[in-house]
């Protein structure tokens, strides 16, 4: 153990220090001491900003949005496949529905814009067999306001990624306690809440926590598929930071601490839930 963590200092020692070096940065510029512009004197009034300004909130409510639901259902969708994967068993349905996996987020987000945007494939496709009569006719899809777009391409990765993960950790479970409450009568609903659920509550606890936070701080995906006027707060936070006004920086930064600071939130309110659950008790 020992000769193991000797080997991985160096590694450690050099991405701690780069990832303090960037976070006392970023709180020294969010506090307002950025001397490369004039700014030598320490406030909070850039926290207070982004935190009571109607847009930056608007674009923290979007966000919360975006990531919740991409993240609830993922969660829903993709435990119902592991179960389905498991009862068929079947090895070929396991790798085709693997295959989003692999695939880069940026990718999946220019595919939908070629398939589901009003001048895409789908419906130019609709207006060559007669179902739509101009293409302003097919449904708003990308770009809209409900995120749709963005939320496919969320689930498209998402949905196979927590059903391989839960298949992989249901296959490795003792069923012997299935066959006992099946034999003392337990209905299938009672067998899911008090016998399955609670043996892979961790890995659910901490799936939600991964895609929370990566759908909550993506870029590349809203930037491609969101709507201009309902910006999520990594966009907000890079079109601060990439304005020649330097005097905007001081805010992006209190904004990516803001968004940090809530998925940390997030992080820890999960893991304390789940210690409170029955699959999260210790048993002696």
């Known amino acids: 153990m020992n000769r193991k963590l000797l080997l991985a200092a160096p590694y450690l020692l050099l991405n701690g220090v780069i990832i303090f070096v960037a976070l006392f940065k970023g709180l020294q510029v969010s506090l307002g001491y950025y001397p490369l512009i004039g700014l030598r004197d320490i406030t909070v009034n850039y926290f207070?900003?982004?935190?009571?300004?109607?847009?930056?909130?608007?674009?923290?409510?979007?966000?919360?949005?975006?990531?919740?639901?991409?993240?609830?259902?993922?969660?829903?969708?993709?435990?119902?496949?592991?179960?389905?994967?498991?009862?068929?068993?079947?090895?070929?349905?396991?790798?085709?529905?693997?295959?989003?996996?692999?695939l880069p987020h940026i990718i999946v987000a220019l595919l939908a814009l070629q398939l589901f945007s009003q001048t895409g494939i789908i419906s130019r496709f609709f207006y060559q067999i007669g179902w739509i009569n101009d293409i302003g006719?097919?449904?708003?899809?990308?770009?809209?306001?409900?995120?749709?777009?963005?939320?496919?391409?969320?689930?498209?990765?998402?949905?196979?990624?927590?059903?391989?993960?839960?298949?992989?950790?249901l296959k490795q479970l003792q069923f012997g306690y299935i066959d006992v409450a099946k034999n003392l009568g337990a209905s299938q609903v009672r067998i899911l809440t008090t016998i399955i659920l609670p043996m892979i509550q961790k890995t659910i606890c901490s799936?939600?926590?991964?895609?929370?936070?990566?759908?909550?701080?993506?870029?590349?995906?809203?930037?491609?598929?969101?709507?201009?006027?309902?910006?999520?707060?990594?966009?907000?936070?890079?079109?601060?930071?990439?304005?020649?006004?330097?005097?905007?920086?001081?805010?992006?930064?209190a904004l990516n601490l803001v968004m940090s600071g809530i998925c940390l939130f997030v992080s820890v309110l999960l893991f304390v839930i789940s210690r409170l659950l029955p699959g999260g008790r210790s048993t002696k």
């Open 137 to 169: 006719q097919f449904p708003l899809l990308i770009h809209d306001v409900k995120g749709y777009g963005i939320l496919f391409v969320f689930l498209y990765k998402e949905i196979p990624y927590v059903a391989i993960t839960i298949l992989a950790i």
């Open 207 to 253: 799936m939600f926590v991964i895609l929370f936070c990566f759908t909550f701080a993506s870029f590349e995906v809203p930037f491609l598929l969101g709507n201009p006027s309902y910006e999520t707060v990594s966009m907000a936070a890079y079109d601060l930071f990439t304005q020649a006004d330097l005097a905007s920086r001081p805010q992006a930064f």
């Open 48 to 102: 207070k900003q982004v935190l009571t300004t109607a847009y930056f909130q608007k674009s923290l409510g979007y966000s919360c949005y975006i990531a919740l639901t991409a993240t609830f259902l993922a969660l829903v969708c993709g435990i119902w496949m592991a179960f389905l994967l498991l009862k068929t068993n079947s090895s070929l349905l396991q790798k085709v529905i693997s295959l989003p996996i692999s």
